[in-house]
């Protein structure tokens, strides 16, 4: 099955500095990677998603980056703000599968 | 609130007892998702549901672990004999998919169990 790994698993930033977190996935037909935010007790909200036809996608403050050559993307958070301080996990979903594989999660912290 | 719910949101249980989990989906949504969440650790898919259709289960839901979706609505999760190992978040999700592929996934809030 599908193997997604996340790193860092711990991420702390100074406020307005960049956060970058990192996924990498095993199975090249996965072709929908979700991006979701968890606050401490709170359920996962999704921030952001990508699908396999397209290699960037922005948000506002957010981006994810795809590169399924090399099976890894990646979540771009800019000018970070207090708020932004949360566990973030990827996910990777199988075609017509509908199920989602999740990292393990990077918790991440801005400094004010 | 419209969204995803979910009770109850908290249960402390004795080893060797049931517990009974209900989630009640975004109405629209035909899919019903379990996940089961550890400290530190992301989601991992349990089942789903295809309207009232149980399509998939995974290898980490024993013969102790069943789950229903009777009416294509509700779904209630069901661990009997517990053992403390059960204990964690467990997560429902729902979404809509007109067709095949892949969809978003919407959260509720989770049941916290704690198996004594």
């Known amino acids: 099955g599908e193997n997604v790994e996340q790193h860092p698993s711990t991420l702390s930033v100074q406020e307005g500095d960049s956060a970058v977190i990192k996924c990498t996935y095993s199975?090249?037909?996965?072709?929908?990677f979700p991006w979701y935010k968890q606050e401490l007790g709170k359920r996962p909200q999704l921030i952001i998603d990508i699908r396999s036809n397209v290699g960037e996608k922005k948000d506002q403050r957010i981006a994810v980056t795809l590169n399924k050559t090399a099976k890894h993307f990646s979540l771009h958070i800019t000018e970070t703000q207090p708020e932004d301080s949360a566990v973030y996990f990827c996910?990777?979903?199988?075609?017509?599968?509908?199920?989602?594989?999740f990292g393990s999660g990077t918790k991440l912290n801005v400094k004010p | 609130d419209t969204g995803v719910s979910q009770n109850p949101r908290h249960k402390i249980t004795k080893r060797g007892q049931n517990v009974t989990f209900r989630c009640d989906p975004i109405s629209e949504h035909n899919r019903l998702y379990w996940y089961r969440q550890t400290l530190g650790q992301g989601p991992e898919f349990l089942t789903y549901f295809q309207n009232e259709a149980q399509l998939e289960k995974s290898r980490l839901l024993s013969d102790r672990f069943s789950a229903e979706r009777p009416k294509g609505s509700f779904s209630t999760l069901e661990i009997q004999r517990t053992e403390q190992g059960d204990s964690a978040m467990y997560l429902c999700?729902?979404?809509?998919?007109?067709?095949?592929?892949?969809?978003?996934?919407?959260f509720g809030p989770g049941t916290r169990l704690l198996v004594l």
């Open positions: 996910a990777a979903s199988i075609y017509n599968f509908n199920k989602f594989y």
């Open positions: 199975d090249s037909a996965s072709n929908y």
């Open positions: 999700a729902s979404s809509f998919t007109p067709g095949a592929g892949e969809e978003t996934q919407y």
